[in-house]
């Protein structure tokens, strides 16, 4: 119980420093201009090479599993820094590897770890899912193409289920790209305004 209760406490300080992160980096960006033109941003980035597109492919995996801060910024980052195709193909890479990973690991310690992870509060409001069976699926399938539930917890819950890996890849495969896509050209609408709108 303490252990979960540490692992639970561990993952809000990651989410704290993750948001201080976030928001220093936003007014850095806003500063230096790098939100309202792509060839700034370009500039920034290129001393990291290929690691860039790299490194932010495996945070957003990361942050599937450990959800330091909500998803739709992670996507807000990856059309802002790459723009909106291969934004959106880093996104969808990344968020896809980190939802495998949750679902494999929902498997493997069950119930209480995916406790720890949510919080009390968020495993309690989907729960009584749980025990819908083929319903949970097809709720799951909804929540993945239709991302108005926290889908990155919904990919825990999904590991607590029968689901069969074969079946929750499918799910995530073909229903995220369209989410991603969702945040990647209206983020790139307003980036597009706002750069119209600078000059």
């Known amino acids: 119980m303490e252990r979960e209760q540490l692992r639970g406490n561990l993952i809000k300080l990651l989410t704290a420093v993750g948001l ?20 700034k941003m370009e500039v920034f980035l ?32 990856g059309v802002l820094m790459f723009g909106p195709v291969m934004g959106f193909l880093y996104n969808y890479v990344g968020i896809c ?39 949970f699926d097809t709720f799951f399938a909804l929540a993945i193409f239709f991302p108005v539930a926290p889908d990155d917890f919904l990919c825990y819950l999904a590991g607590l289920t029968r689901m069969s890996l074969k079946k929750f890849s499918a799910i995530i495969f073909l229903g995220k790209p369209a989410s991603i896509a969702l945040y990647s050209l209206g983020l790139h609408s307003i980036m597009a305004l706002l750069a119209a709108q600078s000059v």
């Open 20 to 39: 201080v992160l976030m928001c220093g980096f936003v007014v850095y960006g806003i500063a230096a201009g790098l939100f309202t033109s792509q060839q």
């Open 46 to 77: 290129r001393p990291a090479g290929l690691w860039a597109p790299l490194l932010f492919t495996a945070l957003q995996a990361i942050q599937v599993v450990i959800p330091i801060l909500p998803g739709g910024i992670g996507c807000l980052g």
């Open 97 to 135: 590897l980190g939802s495998v990973a949750a679902f494999l690991l929902s498997k493997r310690y069950g119930q209480p770890f995916v406790r720890s992870v949510a919080g009390e509060r968020t495993y309690e409001k989907y729960a009584g899912w749980l025990e819908k069976g083929n319903r």
